[in-house]
C-alpha cells in the first residue's frame, strides 16, 4: 500500500515568523494516529529555521520541501539554488517543474530533466509537475502533453533511482481558478500516468511511485480525490496557508 502523501505548497508567501507558527499550530490540529506522510515548501529562508523548528517539534512524519533548485551544484547562476544547499538543510523533497515555473519562468523540459536528476543524485526526492494548459485540454491533448512532460522530465532517471520519484498531476486551468478536475477525471489521468511508469520502469516500480493530484485542492474535495485508487495524495496551494484549512484536508484524506 502507498502512503498518502500531502504537500503544503506556500509558493511566495508566510515569513520565517509565519511558518514557526505554522508547525507549532499544525502539530496541535493533526489527528493522532493519522498515518498521511506531510511536506512542507517554504520559502527558501524559512528552509533552516523550519528544520530546527521540525527537530524540536518531534515530528518525524512532517519533511521539509523546496520549491524549486538549480541542477548544477555551484557556479555563476544569479539567484538559483543549489540542491547541495537544499541537502544541507535536511529537504527530503524538491518540486520540479511546477506550471508556474513551466510558464511564467520559461522553464524548458531539458532543464526540468536535468533537475530531477540532480536531486536523486543528492538523495532527495523530487517531486515531478505535469499537467495540462486550459487549451490543451479543451482539445484532449491531456495525454499527449503529459506524456511528453514525463518522458522528458524522466529522461536521466534509471528503474533504481525511480523508487524515489513521485509524480503530481495538476491540471493548469485547475490551479488557483476555484475550477478541479472531478476525482473521476483525476483518477482517469492518474491510472494512464501509472500505466506509462510501467511501461518506462515496470510494474512493480510504476506500484510503488506516488501520484499526486494538484490543483485547486480544498477540505471539501480532498477525500473524495483520495479514495481514488490511483491517487497517492495531494499536491496543496492556497488551502495549505492557513493551519486550519491544511489540517483539515490532512484529517481528512
Known amino acids: 500500500m502507498r502512503t498518502l502523501l500531502i504537500v503544503a505548497n506556500w509558493k511566495m508567501n508566510h515569513t520565517i515568523e509565519d511558518s514557526i507558527k505554522f508547525i507549532t499550530h499544525l502539530k496541535k490540529a493533526l489527528l493522532l494516529g493519522k498515518k498521511s506522510d506531510i511536506v512542507l515548501c517554504p520559502s527558501f529562508t524559512s528552509l533552516y529555521p523550519l528544520a530546527m523548528a521540525l527537530q524540536e517539534s518531534e515530528t518525524p512524519f512532517i519533511k521539509l520541501g523546496a520549491q524549486n533548485c538549480h541542477y548544477e551544484n555551484t557556479g555563476a547562476y544569479t539567484g538559483e539554488i543549489s540542491p547541495v544547499f ?50 490543451e485540454h ?12 514525463l518522458t522528458k522530465g524522466l529522461e536521466l532517471v534509471s528503474k533504481e533511482e525511480a523508487v524515489h520519484l513521485t509524480i503530481a498531476y495538476e491540471p493548469v486551468w485547475a490551479i488557483g481558478t476555484g475550477h478541479n478536475a472531478s476525482p473521476e477525471q483525476a483518477e482517469e489521468v492518474h491510472a494512464q500516468i501509472r500505466g506509462w511508469l510501467e511501461t518506462r520502469f515496470d510494474k512493480t516500480v510504476a506500484a510503488n511511485i506516488r501520484i499526486l493530484y494538484g490543483g485547486s485542492v480544498k477540505s471539501d474535495n480532498a477525500k473524495d480525490l483520495t479514495k481514488q485508487p490511483n491517487i497517492d495524495g495531494l499536491l496543496v496551494g492556497g488551502a495549505s496557508l492557513t493551519v486550519d484549512s491544511f489540517s483539515q484536508i490532512v484529517n481528512d484524506s
Open 86 to 135: 537544499l541537502k544541507e538543510v535536511e529537504c527530503s523533497y524538491v518540486l520540479v517543474g511546477h506550471s508556474e515555473r513551466r510558464h511564467i519562468f520559461g522553464e524548458t523540459d531539458e532543464w526540468i530533466g536535468k533537475k530531477v536528476s540532480s536531486v536523486l543524485k543528492h538523495d532527495m526526492n523530487p517531486i515531478l509537475c505535469v499537467g495540462e494548459t486550459l487549451l
Open 138 to 149: 479543451e482539445k484532449n491533448k491531456t495525454m499527449s502533453i503529459i506524456t511528453h512532460q
